[in-house]
């Protein structure tokens, strides 16, 4: 988990403060596809990779690929209440293959499906976006075009769904005016909620709230003062690690208003990953000779995403996708938390940076100053 953290916060503020617009991103999808992909590299290629992964040293592949099984298996749920689901799927050109020790692998630690199929057919672009549809619940449906330069697919998804621990009530849902970084105001519904106790914490330029989840989980709310925008917040791994919860903070009386959301993106994640250090994979000396006899090197990395928020819980699902093709590169207080400004909210492993709000602090009566784990709802 150390390692996934080092790599989450480290991605996240590059990704989050480059970003265009609203941005969402999965640090966890992106991990696992990545570690998947260094499990067949060696050379310059692996030590790039591990480093930019974090915790393992170069040769040490076994350990990445133990060590993301048990991650996997950690944080998976199926229940009545939600679910938190990982796959990973290979895809490889007729007349190719995997190495058979690479598929054992792959299969055991990332418990990963083998596909062979054509590229440059559009029955095979459909397929491996039925296959996303299929290990997303349904919320991304990617269009997967057909190439015939593309010898390889790494494709990895996650889907979450959990319930608020106290939900809330759709009649106190009203409508009000959100105000986006850009300017202007838009529309929007707001749920509202009153906490005697809550985890809230206001620092210098920004406040949060955590909701937690009846899974275990929790979302995080953080909102820039007035005058400070989101990325100014992650624009380095220590200030993007700030905004999340930390243990022994205060507590207090909360009035919460959130607007509910449903929202996707895509990202396009190669110039991120070189600009952290990860240049040989994306070269024509890059070696993944572990993974295949065949020459290649990775040609593209896109994250696709989606979360809903509502009065009953957080549904989102991840899709990120490695394309490998054959080498020869082509050319070319009390407080009132109101996110009614832009804001960033992390669900889970998911990272968002979304729709700066107003918080007025005034610190609760010391009856109510609970622990964040025994907090109860307002009436």
């Given amino acids: 988990m150390d390692a996934l953290e080092q790599f989450s916060m480290h991605t ?3 990704i989050l403060s480059e970003g265009q617009g609203n941005t969402l991103y999965s640090p966890y999808s992106l991990y696992v596809a990545l570690a998947l992909a260094a499990s067949g590299a060696e050379g310059a290629t692996q030590k790039e990779m591990l480093s930019l992964l974090g915790g393992n040293s170069p040769g040490n592949i076994s350990r990445l690929a133990a060590d993301t099984g048990k991650l996997i298996r950690l944080l998976h749920t199926d229940n009545e209440i939600g679910r938190l689901k990982t796959a990973n799927s290979m895809w ?3 007349g190719h293959s995997f190495k058979k020790e690479y598929e054992k692998l792959a299969s055991a630690s990332f418990y990963a499906s083998l596909h062979t199929a054509d590229f440059a057919q559009k029955e095979t672009a ?14 991304i449906t990617p269009t997967i075009q057909p190439d015939p330069q593309q010898v390889m697919a790494l494709l990895n998804t996650l889907d979450f769904k959990d319930e608020w621990l106290d939900a809330f009530n759709e009649s106190q849902t009203v409508q009000g005016m959100f105000y986006p970084e850009e300017g202007g105001q838009l529309t929007a519904a707001f749920m509202s909620r009153n906490y005697y106790t809550a985890d809230y914490i206001k620092e210098d330029r920004f406040a949060s709230a955590t909701l937690r989840l009846k899974n275990g989980g929790a979302m995080t709310f953080v909102l820039p003062d007035k005058g400070v925008s989101v990325k100014e917040l992650v624009t380095t791994p220590e200030k993007t690690r700030a905004l999340l919860p930390a243990s022994g903070k205060t507590t207090y009386k909360l009035d919460l208003k959130v607007p509910k959301f449903d929202y996707s993106s895509k990202l396009e994640l190669v ?3 070189k600009a952290m250090g990860m240049n040989a994979p994306f070269t024509d000396q890059a ?13 593209q990395i896109t994250q696709n995403t989606h979360i809903a928020v509502d009065e009953k819980g957080v549904e989102a699902a991840a899709f990120t996708e490695i394309l490998m093709a054959g080498s020869g590169l082509p050319k ?3 407080a009132e938390f109101w996110t009614g400004r832009s804001c960033t909210a992390s669900p889970l492993l998911t990272a968002l940076s979304c729709l700066p709000a107003s918080v007025n602090r005034r610190e609760a009566p010391a009856r109510h100053n609970k622990e964040p784990d025994s907090w109860e709802s307002g009436s």
């Fill in 126 to 139: 459909e397929k491996m976006g039925e296959w996303v549809r299929e290990h997303t619940g349904g919320q």
């Fill in 332 to 334: 070319g207080e009390a």
């Fill in 287 to 299: 070696n993944f000779s572990v993974m295949s006899d065949t020459s290649v090197f990775i040609s």
């Fill in 92 to 94: 490889i050109q007729q």
């Fill in 271 to 273: 110039q991120a990953l």
């Fill in 12 to 14: 996240a503020s590059r």
